[in-house]
């Protein structure tokens, strides 16, 4: 059987059912359903998406994040992780992810995949959902992330938080990225310039980041 490809198997991101839950909650919290923001702001609003923003946070006592989503949406804009359908987020995945890997960085893509195909091998209940910029790797939690930072390397990720709280030492091959101090949840990244070092290590550091998640 071949394996299946990381380009298109891709899974919902938490994000999209947090937009569904505050579009249900929505009128209650605000005054107004969805639809009907939608009538308000393109009845009354400013033209641009920035200006709208602050309108509906000065006029209308919003929230920064509520004001974003609906101006975004009044707008047109890609609402990507602001969608609330996974059938758009899905469509947009392989986009996200493949656009990271173009241009310079294409020689990267081997390492992406071999990643990618670790985690869906070792770990069974692994989501990949990819942003703009990474690939993050979620459990209950994002457990990891895969991110092309220069032309040459791609950061793998780790969430360790608890083992950094324990005073646990860690191998130097684990980089701090000082993410525990900064209440991230990726607190170390390994990296990697090529795919023969998504080893034995990466494997037993993903394995443990995913137990320290459930």
Known sequence: ??????????DVHPGVAMVQQWIETLEDKTGKPLDGWMKH????????????????????NLGTNTAWWLAERAHGNDLSLRDD???????LAPKYAAGQYAGKKEALRP?????????????????????????????????????????????FGLALGPMVKAGKKLPARLVDTGGFAKKDRVTHRIELTSPSQVDAFVERWLVKAWALDG
């Open 85 to 91: 359908s996974p059938e758009r987020y899905l469509a």
């Open 41 to 60: 702001i393109r009845a009354h609003g400013p033209k641009d998406e920035k200006a709208t923003r602050a309108w509906l946070k000065d006029e209308h």
């Open 1 to 10: 059987m071949p394996k299946p490809s990381p380009w298109t198997t891709f």
């Open 111 to 155: 390492i992406y995949e071999a990643l990618v195909l670790l985690a869906r091998k070792k770990l069974k209940d692994v989501r990949v959902c990819p942003c703009e910029t990474i690939v993050p790797l979620y459990r209950t939690h994002v457990i990891a992330q895969i991110k092309p930072s220069t032309n040459t390397r791609v950061d």
